[in-house]
Every structure is written in C-alpha cells, then in structure tokens.
C-alpha cells in the first residue's frame, strides 16, 4: 500500500505507529510531506534490501558491459589514450548517474 502522509496533521505517536506497521506489511511505502512538498519515503528494512540489491546488480552489470567495450576496443587497435579516455568518460557518466 501506498500512502501520502502529511506531517503537519500527523502526530509523533501516529508516525511511530507507521514505522511498527512497516513490521508488518513490508510492502506498505509512506510517503512524507510537509506544506505539500515531499520530503522523504518510509519502507520497510527488506524493501530497502531489495533496492540495495538491484543497485548492486545493476552496478555489476553496468561494469560488465563496460569492460566488455574496453576489452573489445583493445583488440581492434585503439591507442592506450582513448581507452584510458573512455575509461574516464565512462566513470564520469557512472557518477552522474548515481548523483541524479
């Protein structure tokens, strides 16, 4: 379940109880806000594990088909230089990813 919670309306002991909740039903998502702007999301511990493990995945998949590219460009004759370029380019857009 989905669930918009206004922290203006919500008291301490109300929000604790949507922690306790997440125990429970752990696929239930809380969704904060105050004066209508979000502010942050409340999931349980193993959704969050779940987010952590498709992050890794996908990182170790993103590295992968990366190093596929490199080694490919290696063997049809790129210079050290453009290979080190793409490198950088390529740990450049990583990052910018993760920033986003």
């Given amino acids: 379940m989905v669930k918009t919670i206004n922290l203006k309306k919500t008291t301490k002991s109300e929000l604790i109880e949507l922690i306790r909740k997440l125990k ?3 696929d239930d998502q809380y969704f904060l806000q105050e ?8 999931i349980s511990k193993a959704e969050y ?15 992968r088909q990366f190093l596929d ?5 290696m063997n049809h ?4 230089e453009e290979v080190e370029k793409d490198v950088l ?3 450049h857009e990583v990052r910018k990813q993760r920033r986003a």
């Fill in 89 to 91: 380019e390529a740990i």
């Fill in 69 to 73: 590219q490199v080694h490919s460009k």
């Fill in 49 to 63: 594990e779940r987010y952590r493990e498709q992050d890794r995945l996908k990182g170790a998949n993103d590295l």
């Fill in 24 to 26: 429970r039903r752990k």
């Fill in 35 to 42: 004066n209508g702007k979000p502010m942050a999301v409340l």
């Fill in 77 to 80: 004759g790129y210079s050290e």
